[in-house]
């Protein structure tokens, strides 16, 4: 909604087939990311315990005894693997992407009077 609004306000050449294409398209992208993401399996609960440990806690933290833990998502996309705090982000994007040009190549907007548009 965000991105329809500003391509409106923002865009003087963007029509009504422009801002229904760019919606529509970012509505299905959107939907298609989160459906997607769903299957991303959950993040392994790490046990807090340090009882039987080798490491000295006592001695500098610098040393590198620890090893990376492996990783199941490489399987899954990359992008749904991104965080649901983007997905507002994208969506805008997709509307600016697709609804410009659309607007463009249908003819753009006749403004009639200039004090209609956003300053």
């Avoid at 991105?3 to 939907?31: E, W």
């Avoid at 039987?52 to 899954?76: A, I, Q, R, T």
Wanted: charged content about 15%; proline content about 5%.
């Amino acid at each position: 909604m965000l991105g329809l609004f500003t391509l409106g306000m923002l865009v003087p050449k963007a029509n009504q087939k422009g801002a229904i294409a760019g919606t529509l398209t970012s509505f299905v992208c959107v939907a298609i990311i989160i459906y997607g993401g769903l299957y991303k399996k959950p993040d392994q609960i790490l046990d807090l315990s340090t009882a039987g440990c080798l490491h000295d806690f006592k001695s500098s933290l610098n040393s590198s005894n620890s090893e990376e833990p492996e990783n199941d998502l490489p399987s899954l996309a990359w992008i749904f693997r991104i965080s649901f705090m983007y997905y507002a982000t994208i969506g805008i994007a997709i509307v600016y992407l697709v609804g410009w040009p659309v607007s463009l190549l249908t003819g753009g907007n006749k403004i009639t009077n200039q004090k209609l548009l956003a300053p």
